[in-house]
């Protein structure tokens, strides 16, 4: 009986309609209707889900306007309630739902909520690579710090123009813009810079696990100028740390 | 003035406390605050890094904490779900809480979350399945939980008992302690036509571990009232008579002022908590 209740007052608070009839047939007459008192727990999880995701997306939010954002976020809660009770963690479809223009601010909200929410792990620094021996750097397992998104074809500034909350990080090698750099520094803060094809390269094959110099290879490639400058960018705004030093 | 901070004090105290909310963490961080000890809501910080939970580490290094969760779902059917309990297991044993707490609800089935405290009927199918969960619980997170009685909107044809016999039967079965939540119990009593002060009376004393304080709202339904517990305003008048009503009949125990939407600047939280201390004070130690 339990289960079968809930079942249909699931269904009830996220807007199925038979669901709500099956709840209102076993709720006892009371002061206040009970549609409407069942209707309360509706707009609670409607209203708790649309600040969810309008915390994790507020340049789309600001966007949008407050509406517009409500009525999606609402269709989006319809159709992919939370798995987890962890709402830190919700959300992640919502970017393919708004409107074609938004949807480049929405891939980079969601980045940088991620970034936020993200695992900590040791920072390796430029210290630290200096007391590399000079025959092991070439095989240097470096990744990318678990906050990190690299999100390709998109420039980050007119997004970052919405976003006083972050960090803007000038990288000396962002011109001409391929993509958009996402990641937490050490201070904690959320940041984003463009990015050129040849860091993005650098990145992405770290992150792939090719070790320094065969990421480097690629990112040289790709067009990347100053390796050992570009290196000391990474290394200075927290950007990389040892395979072994990154949380599991 | 508070005294000096001491080095992660365990006990929460037998004082008011107040809910730790983002609005108010950096004045946390840049100063002392004068409120004996904080809660915080658990899910909050089930993340994997980042700067929630380095400041939480730092002031919990100077405040006894209590984590209140939402989502333990006690009153599911199918069970509470191991993974949650895990996450909050790990959660636990890192900022070491003097108190933990959920609610006599559910608020998922089969992985579908609603971010809500959902009410389930007040019998004795229910009890079985809270009292099976609480004892999963209690062994799965390895302390007590106190369970928190929630606002209802609702009454159940099902229904065969209220909230303090449910409740008084479930501390009875499982060992489990209660979160006595005063304003839930005005805004349950007033919605389901029922006297508080005599609900109040049945809840037993000796499981009760904890005081909640909040402010709700009023709305009009068609012709008739419902209170909807908001924790958006100062505590109501009558809710204060109703915690100075538990004070004298249970005793004094540690009372959380929270306030959730609309939070209003530190010092009026701590006005609030410092009425609640107030009170404490009147009637002392247990």
Redo the contacts between chains.
């Keep these: ?3 079968q ?3 249909a ?2 269904g009830a ?2 807007g199925d309609a038979a669901g709500f009839a099956r709840v209102v047939d ?3 007459p ?5 549609v ?3 209707y ?2 509706t707009a ?2 409607t209203a ?2 649309t600040g ?1 995701l309008a915390q994790a997306y507020p340049a789309v939010h600001a966007g949008m306007g407050e509406e517009a954002f409500s009525a999606l976020a609402t269709r989006f809660a319809r159709q992919q ?8 963690a919700y959300g992640a479809g919502f970017a393919e739902l708004v409107p074609p223009a938004l949807q480049g601010m929405a891939r980079l909200d969601w980045a940088a909520h991620l970034a ?6 040791q920072i390796f620094s430029l210290e630290a690579l200096a007391l590399i021996p000079p025959d092991r750097l070439g095989g240097l397992d470096l990744r990318p710090v ?2 990190t998104s690299l999100l390709p074809a998109l420039d980050p500034a007119p997004w970052l123009s919405q976003r006083p909350d972050l960090a803007v990080v000038i990288n000396p090698f962002e011109s001409p813009p391929a993509g958009a750099l996402v990641w ?1 520094r050490p201070d ?1 803060r959320v940041a984003a810079c463009p990015l050129t094809d040849g860091m993005l390269a650098l990145l992405n094959g770290l992150a792939a696990g090719l070790g320094l110099f065969a990421a480097a290879e690629s990112a040289l490639v790709a067009g990347l100028p100053d390796l050992p400058a570009s290196l000391a960018f990474l290394l200075n705004q927290g950007l990389l740390t040892r395979h072994e030093d990154a ?1 599991p | 003035m508070r005294p000096a901070p001491s080095h992660r004090p365990d006990a929460v105290p037998l004082a008011a406390g107040i809910g730790l909310r983002h609005a108010h963490v950096l004045d946390f961080l840049t100063a002392p605050q004068e409120v004996s000890w904080l809660e915080v809501h658990s899910e909050n910080y089930l993340c994997a890094g980042g700067p929630r939970l380095a400041q939480l580490e730092r002031i919990r290094a100077d405040y006894p904490l209590s984590c209140h969760s939402v989502a333990l779902s006690l009153g599911a059917a199918e069970g509470v779900s191991p993974d949650h309990l895990a996450r909050l297991r790990a959660l636990y044993d890192r900022f070491q809480p003097g108190l933990i707490s959920d609610h006599l609800a559910w608020c998922g089935v089969a992985g579908m979350h609603a971010p809500d405290l959902l009410p389930l009927p007040l019998n004795g199918e229910s009890l079985d399945v809270v009292a099976r969960n609480v004892e999963r619980v209690q062994e799965g997170l390895g302390r007590r939980l106190l369970v928190e009685n929630p606002s209802l909107y609702l009454r159940f044809q099902a229904d065969e008992m209220d909230e303090a016999d449910f409740l008084a039967a479930l501390a009875a079965r499982t060992g489990c302690g209660l979160l006595l939540d005063i304003n839930n119990l005005y805004v349950s009593c007033q919605n389901r036509a029922r006297d508080a002060a005599s609900l109040l009376a049945r809840f037993p004393a000796a499981a009760v571990g904890q005081y909640h304080l909040a402010g709700h709202t009023r709305l009009m339904v068609d012709d008739a009232v419902l209170l909807v517990d908001d924790h958006g305003s100062p505590v109501s008048d009558p809710v204060w008579a109703l915690y100075g009503q538990a004070l004298r009949l249970i005793g004094p125990r540690p009372t959380l002022v929270e306030w959730d939407t609309e939070v209003p600047p530190l010092p009026v939280l701590l006005g609030e908590a410092a009425q609640a201390q107030a009170l404490l004070g009147e009637v002392g130690p247990c």
């Design positions: 009986m339990l289960k209740l809930q079942q007052m699931l608070v996220y076993g709720l006892a009371a002061a206040v209707d009970p409407r008192a069942l309360l727990h609670t999880v708790a889900l969810v309630p939370p798995a987890l009770p962890v709402l830190s936020y929410f993200a695992a900590d792990c678990p906050s937490r904690l949380a």
